[in-house]
T-cell receptor, first 112, second 113 residues
């Protein structure tokens, strides 16, 4: 079993839809949770960062962490074609050196 | 604007060739990383360096080596390239302190024939 599981997609939605992207994990020591966005032929870039449980909102994006269920989510409201990308979750334990463990990524396609 | 630059975006090499992938960051970050990204497998850590001349093996170091002689530069070396090393290679850097955010380069697509 992988430490972090993520549905590879693709997830196809029409413009304006609410998108839900999810990851599950097995290591209860994970404390730091991130979402990276990766456009085609580009490197990943940090989109959202959360520590421990709870919600964090940034514009159209909301990151949610449920540590009791070992489940994290990224919601995108009013999705745009420019949101079409691969979304990778990443997480790390509270150690001195924060080694990140990545999910395999979910490919999102938003059609006009 | 922060920047991680990978010198070669696309390379085609033959089996057995020695391959150098170069990465330079301009953010004065202590930590630097090399990942490879393959469909269905995600990002896998090959090597990392937490400071100059320091290096640590990641999850899949076999067949690779690294060099970090200067803080801004981290090189990945494939001593004898093999076809199963055909992949996208991503370099990243970050500060030791802080949120742990990784800054990635645009990647180097290596094809080994």
């Amino acid at each position: 079993q992988k430490e972090v599981e993520q549905d590879p997609g693709p997830l196809s939605v029409p413009e304006g839809a609410i998108v839900s992207l999810n990851c599950t994990y097995s290591n209860s020591a994970f404390q730091y949770f991130m979402w990276y966005r990766q456009y085609s032929r580009k490197g990943p870039e940090l989109l959202m960062y959360t520590y421990s449980s709870g919600n964090k909102e940034d514009g159209r994006f909301t990151a949610q962490v449920d540590k009791s269920s070992k489940y994290i989510s990224l919601f995108i409201r009013d999705s745009q074609p420019s949101d079409s990308a691969t979304y990778l979750c990443a997480m790390s334990a509270n150690t001195g050196f924060q080694k990140l463990v990545f999910g395999t990524g979910t490919r999102l396609l938003v059609s006009p | 604007d922060v920047k991680v630059t990978q010198s070669s975006r696309y390379l085609v090499k033959r089996t057995g060739e020695k391959v150098f992938l170069e990465c330079v960051q301009d953010m004065d970050h202590e930590n630097m990383f090399w990942y490879r990204q393959d469909p269905g497998l995600g990002l896998r850590l090959i090597y990392f360096s937490y400071d100059v001349k320091m290096k640590e093996k990641g999850d899949i170091p076999e067949g690779y080596s690294v060099s970090r002689e200067k803080k801004e530069r981290f090189s990945l070396i494939l001593e004898s390239a093999s076809t199963n090393q055909t992949s996208m290679y991503l370099c990243a850097s970050r500060l030791t302190a802080g949120t742990g955010e990784l800054f990635f380069g645009e990647g180097s697509r290596l094809t080994v024939l």
